[in-house]
């Protein structure tokens, strides 16, 4: 079955940097989208980027210019750059991989890990 292993979070300075990798089994990598989503105490999950299979990037407003996603399909992972961690990206995030079926969509997700952004 499909498994999402997620890894890199930690506890950082504002300012700070981190990077999180992700690296997914039983799957045709390049056939899903990959994404991260971060959900911090009392709020919904929120995406905060993903890229397709051909390498086209998608960042949410807050994180545009700090982050950076990327992927390695001969390595099935996909990475997210954090760089000028402010508190506010204070949250778990969380591996998706997702893929449009003709029934709808199917998606994957990891277990999740917590970056903390305080002084």
């Known amino acids: 079955q499909v498994q999402l292993v997620e890894s890199g979070g930690g506890s950082v300075q504002p300012g700070g940097s981190l990077r999180l990798s992700c690296v997914a089994s039983?799957?045709?990598?390049?056939?899903?989208?990959m994404g991260w989503y971060r959900q911090a105490p009392g709020k919904q999950r929120e995406l905060v980027a993903d890229?397709?299979?051909?390498?086209?990037?998608n960042y949410a407003d807050s994180v545009k210019g700090r982050f950076a996603i990327s992927r390695d399909n001969a390595k099935n992972t996909v990475s997210l750059q954090m760089n000028s961690l402010e508190p506010e990206d204070t949250a778990v995030y969380y591996c998706?991989?997702?893929?449009?079926?003709?029934?709808?969509?199917?998606?994957?997700w990891g277990q999740g890990t917590q970056v903390t952004v305080s002084s």
């Open positions: 998706n991989a997702g893929r449009n079926v003709v029934d709808g969509r199917r998606e994957y």
């Open positions: 039983r799957i045709v990598f390049n056939m899903w989208t």
């Open positions: 890229i397709t299979g051909g390498g086209s990037t």
